[in-house]
């Protein structure tokens, strides 16, 4: 949640547009910061043998926990570029839901063996830059929208974006992975 203090009366009072973009801007980040650290405390307690446990289930992703955890740290700022382009009123045309399977796949064998330990270092420090640029936007970029081919080319705002990719990800990803171990 975002923290909202009064101003000192020394200190002159924030403008109506600082104050809302601080506010929405800030939830942003602190949101996604959350579910980093909710994701990161559970992944903390879990034994090797969980770490490697393939998400498999009922679906077809065969990475496992700890891939899934590094694949959410490593997305981050490709959520916050796809955010700012659309942001900055550009189309997001050549994302598809084909590219990004292939991307996961690709990172999946490149990071098979990935350490619990790399996995949290990186997930922590691209959650806390990811919510550094979230807090940089303006009510006005937040809201502007551009056609995003992630979203079968509907015009969504940049706020959707952080909100369905950035902030929802790590939230999305924990909760498959309490489903895969049952806890």
């Keep these: 949640m975002s923290k909202i203090t009064a101003a000192v009366p020394s200190s002159p009072p924030l403008s109506r547009k600082e104050l809302s973009t601080d506010r929405r801007a800030g939830s942003l980040a602190d949101r996604i910061e959350e579910g980093a ?17 393939s998400m498999a289930g009922k679906r077809s992703d065969r990475r496992s926990v700890g891939v899934i955890v590094h694949h959410v740290a490593t997305v981050y700022p490709i959520e916050i570029d796809l955010a700012r ?3 900055s009123g550009k189309a997001v045309t050549n994302v598809t839901w084909e590219a990004v399977a292939g991307m996961n796949a690709k990172h999946a064998a490149e990071q098979a063996e990935v350490t619990k330990a790399a996995a949290l270092e990186l997930l922590l ?11 940089a936007f303006t009510d006005g970029e937040l809201d502007r929208s551009a056609p995003f081919s992630l979203s079968y080319a509907a015009p969504v705002t940049a706020q959707f974006v952080l909100e369905d990719h950035a902030l929802r990800h790590s939230w ?8 895969a171990l049952g806890r």
């Design 172 to 179: 999305h990803h924990l909760a498959r992975i309490r489903t």
């Design 37 to 53: 650290a909710g994701l990161a405390a559970f992944a903390e307690g879990l034994s090797e043998a969980q770490w490697h446990t």
């Design 125 to 135: 420090r691209n959650s806390r830059e990811a919510a550094a640029a979230v807090r």
């Design 85 to 87: 382009a659309i942001a």
